[in-house]
Every structure is written in C-alpha cells, then in structure tokens.
Nanobody, 114 residues
Framework: VQVVESGGGLVQAGGSLRLSCAAS????????MGWFRQAPGKQRELVAG???????NYAGSVKDRFAISRGSAKNTMYLQMNSLKPEDTAVYYC?????????WGQGTQVTVSS
C-alpha cells in the first residue's frame, strides 16, 4: 500500500489550504483513514479522520476550521483547512488502517506565517 499526500505549502495566517491524499496498491477494505500532524518537538496527533462506519472526528483545535472529505474513489481523501493559524504549522500525514496494519504517507509541510 502506498499513501501520497500533496497540497502543503506556505500561507499567511487566516488563509486556506487543501491537502489531498491518495492510497494505491493492495487496497481491500479500509477500516479508517485520517489526517495527522506533527509539529517540531511535539508528538504526532490526529487532526481529523473517518471511522469504519464513515463518521468523522476532529481535534478540538481544528473543529469548525478544517473539513475532511473523501473522493468518489474511497481511497482518496481531502482536508480543507480554513482560518489557518501559526500553531497549525506542522508536517501533515495521511494514514489509513487496513487489516490490522497502519500505513503512512511521507508527509507534506504546512507553514502558517503570522
């Protein structure tokens, strides 16, 4: 399974970015799929994700600003990030969980300047 993210970049505070994720390879039945982020010196944290029943969950710090969605192909996923803040600066990772294994993308850098 390969996971590839795209769409990161540099944006001013208050701006928006849209991240994309595409999974390929031996995709059978994805249990869950989500976006994580890791800022320098901090642990990786869940930003937003889909559970096995299709429901979504968000970190409290991004709720009402970020929106997760899936494409028509269930192995694609997006993260619309609005009203970005400097504290959103991090490497963002797409991840999926399938048949007892978790797969990660290489990450995409999001930098929000004040």
């Amino acid at each position: 399974v390969q996971v590839v993210e795209s769409g990161g970049g540099l944006v001013q505070a208050g701006g928006s970015l849209r991240l994309s994720c595409a999974a390929s390879g031996s995709i059978f039945s994805i249990n869950s799929m989500g976006w994580f982020r890791q800022a320098p010196g901090k642990q990786r944290e869940l930003v937003a994700g889909f559970t096995s029943d299709g429901s979504t969950n968000y970190a409290g710090s991004v709720k009402d600003r970020f929106a997760i969605s899936r494409g028509s192909a269930k192995n694609t996923m997006y993260l619309q990030m609005n009203s970005l803040k400097p504290e959103d600066t991090a490497v963002y990772y797409c991840s999926l969980y399938q048949r007892g294994a978790r797969y990660w993308g290489q990450g995409t850098q999001v930098t929000v300047s004040s």
